[in-house]
């Protein structure tokens, strides 16, 4: 990636420094693929893998048709495109589409089979168990997603838990991929204090606000690190690392580790899926698993005094 060439990139709305020192490209660990204990000390050390076409491409392409065919059904793609194109319908909105991933055989192939279980079995030297939920997002034209770490969403279990961002499509800078914040897991300070909130978690002696996830005073709505990556960066340390994605690749990273995307400057949806895994013999964050999980609803809620 030639940083003179870039085009210029924002990320919730504010334009990313491209300097050297500021911003850089992924580490490809492809060229270890096969070896689980380099990976897994890459992954302790490093913070992420970044695994060049990695899965099957033709089941990727066949996960991300079953989300373009259901966005064109209800309406939501121009139909003077392809369906495959993804482009969006003037005056359409999307952004998360969690039920796409539900009862959908392509995708859960793609994320809980074949190559994507045997690389975490392999990393994590063990049996491995998946959460049930899926995120997916449907990002369109505008901005990304906020800085933040996943623990906070999900730390009720192991702490062990690590996130799979899978692209469902080949993703241009210009279409806004992934940003992980470099070094961000091994920040002592972010560590010890947004790294111990949960979003589902509100204050009982403030005026409360249980039913918005991260409200009632613990942590900021919503759960997000910061609104402004730039400034964030500035104040931690380190680069914001990206790359233009492809179908096949896999970009997996703890749930420590500081994360947003760019924003979307297409008119194209953007497509991509979260999925976590662990050691099956730790304990799991009860909000994600089962055949029905609570998710961030109102039995996820708990009272605390600040």
């Known amino acids: 990636m030639d940083l003179a060439t870039l085009p210029r990139l924002s990320a919730i709305g504010h334009e990313l420094d491209l300097s050297s020192d500021t911003f850089g490209e992924l580490q490809d660990s492809s060229a270890i693929t096969h070896d689980f204990a380099s990976l897994r000390a890459r992954l302790n050390e490093e913070g992420y893998l970044f695994l060049r076409d990695y899965l099957h491409r033709d089941e990727v392409q066949e996960a991300r048709s079953s989300i373009c065919e259901a966005l064109a059904d209800e309406g939501t793609l121009d139909p003077a495109y392809p369906i495959e194109e993804a482009v969006i319908k003037a005056g359409a909105s999307i952004s998360f589409r969690a039920d796409l991933a539900q009862n959908n055989p392509r995708l859960h192939k793609v994320l809980y089979d074949g190559p994507m ?161 662990q050691l099956a013999s730790l304990p799991a964050d009860e909000r994600w698993i089962g055949p029905a999980p609570i998710a961030h609803g109102p039995q996820a809620k708990r009272g605390m005094i600040c």
């Open 117 to 277: 279980m045997q690389f975490w079995r392999g990393v994590l030297g063990g049996p491995v168990r998946h959460f049930d939920y899926t995120w997916l997002r449907t990002v369109g034209p505008g901005h990304g997603t906020q800085p933040h770490c996943d623990i906070v969403y999900m730390g009720r279990g192991t702490q062990q838990l690590y996130t799979a961002w899978t692209p469902l499509g080949d993703i241009s800078l210009a279409m806004g991929g992934l940003l992980l914040l470099e070094n961000s897991h091994r920040h002592e300070r972010l560590n010890n204090n947004y790294g111990r909130k949960d979003v589902d978690a509100f204050c009982e002696n403030r005026k409360p606000n249980w039913k918005q996830m991260g409200g009632g005073g613990n942590i900021r709505s919503g759960g997000a690190l910061s609104n402004n990556p730039v400034k964030l960066r500035a104040n931690l340390g380190g680069r914001w690392l990206t790359g233009e994605y492809r179908m096949g690749d896999l970009l997996v990273f703890s749930v420590f580790t500081v994360h947003a995307s760019l924003d979307n400057q297409t008119n194209r949806i953007r497509f991509s899926s979260d999925s976590r895994y």
